[in-house]
């Protein structure tokens, strides 16, 4: 076979067989796992450019056939290359370009391996957030495993498996729970993490954080964990390994939680926050600092502990706060059209820029809403660049009545068939708004309901008044793309929105 040798492989018995696998287009990377130990056989082929991944000792079920996956990699085709060989090969889409060498393989466990690819699918640019297309995630083909353990293991509560090691270089103290996610404080050497994704035996997402040379503090107790916090059911923590010492954290989320991103600091800890949100843009440090019981019976590893992250007083929520007002018997709403300027918001068919639909549907709410008698202002007036925290700033400037941020959708260029709208809130006066916008514009526009959803966007989270965010379709999309461009159906999407800003100001006491 030609191509790049990336692995030798070993000899192993032919009666294990291949358990699960999942391609996570997000991270682009594919995450398999066998019965028994293995030793992965990478190749790189060209015309048409593929990776070969063979399996030695592995056997598969026949009926493992193409999976269309979408994005840098087509289709994952699974088979039997010979009576002692399983066989995955990911057929690469004709406009991605891989350097093989950059293609890196590690197993997790010797049952346990992620094939990464270099470079990322492209995201939307969104608020501050994106939010993964659940409904229509890849998701791992359903395997006949008969009287196999399923990996990786359910887990229904939080755990922590806890084994006395030797000395390692990053000592787990805890999680924390924060005001943008959770914060995970370490002491020693900064965290050498691996994270990979996949889902458990009721498919439930979960998220696997791997820290290498590293111990959990004694007397850390699952009590102390957080628990059904944003959208993450379950916290597990187990020494998974003594030597080299490895700890395992694995998050079980629930179906509405976003994707999380994990970041290790150098100066110690790691960031667990919604993928979008930079931990940099956290402006709140943690709120709370739950440390470990030193159990005294039990020698704690023999390094330094370094202090504790700062605890300063954290600033209080902005949601819990009472919402300014304006005058008596003045309503003002405050319009948001997303990006501008430098930032052209998602980009899709044909060159469509998200930010000037935006700014067109938007200028035709304020029209409307301004021959109704109501009182407009906007974020922005024109092609120009505003950050994220002054939009909210402008809102609570203003006393704004509400806060509506217009947006429009993407998912990668490969998902022309994703179509329809989508509307946003966080807080729950947010909701009652969010609800009524997206009941209006469908009963006047002919469009795909993809819900009302919850999501922690900063310009929903930093506004007191009722917010929500509107995505009024998606410019990937093969429907939606012609009616976003064309100023006749901006003209009604815009009227339409403003019918439902309407709608909820005449529901309001
Ligand atoms: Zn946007």
Known sequence: ??????????????????????????????????????????????????????LPGILTEESLGDQFVGGAVAAVRVTQADAQTTRMVLELNPNYSLDPKQVKVWGLTSQQWVV???????VAADGGLTMPDFSKAARPRPLAAAGADPLPPLISRNQINNVAVRATATVLRGVQTTAEGFFIPTAGATPQVRVYRTRDANQARQI?????????????????????????????ISQFATAPPAIRLTLTLDGFSPDWQITPLASGGIWVTPI??????????????VLPVLNPVVTPP???????????????????????RPAQGQVLVMLDPGHGGVDPGAVGIGGLQEKGVVLAVAQHTAAVLRAQGIAVQMTRQSDQTVDLQPRADMATAARATVFVSIHANAVNMQRPEVNGLETYYYSETGQVLAAALQRQVLSTMAMNDRGVRQARFLVLRRTAMPAALIEIGFVTGATDAPKLRDPRWQAQMGQAIAQGILNYLRSQP
Not at 116 to 122: A, D, R
Not at 210 to 230: F, H, N, W
Not at 277 to 285: C, G, K, L, N
């Open 1 to 54: 076979m030609a191509g790049v040798c990336l692995f030798g492989s070993l000899p192993a018995k032919a009666s294990a067989r291949l358990q699960a696998w999942e391609f996570d287009t997000g991270q682009n990377r594919l995450v398999f796992s066998t019965e028994s130990g293995v030793e992965p056989q990478v190749s790189w082929l060209s015309n048409p450019q593929r990776l070969v991944i063979d």
């Open 208 to 236: 696997v954080i791997d820290l290498l040379d590293a111990a959990i503090a004694p007397g850390l107790t699952p009590e102390a964990l957080p628990q059904g916090r944003y959208g993450i059911h379950h916290w597990s």
């Open 116 to 122: 990464q690819l270099p470079g990322s699918t492209p």
């Open 302 to 324: 023999p390094i330094a502990q370094s202090p504790p992250p700062t605890a300063t007083v954290p600033a209080p929520a902005i949601a819990s706060t009472p919402a300014p």
């Open 276 to 289: 979008g949100v930079a931990p940099s843009q956290i402006a709140t440090p943690p709120t709370t600092v």
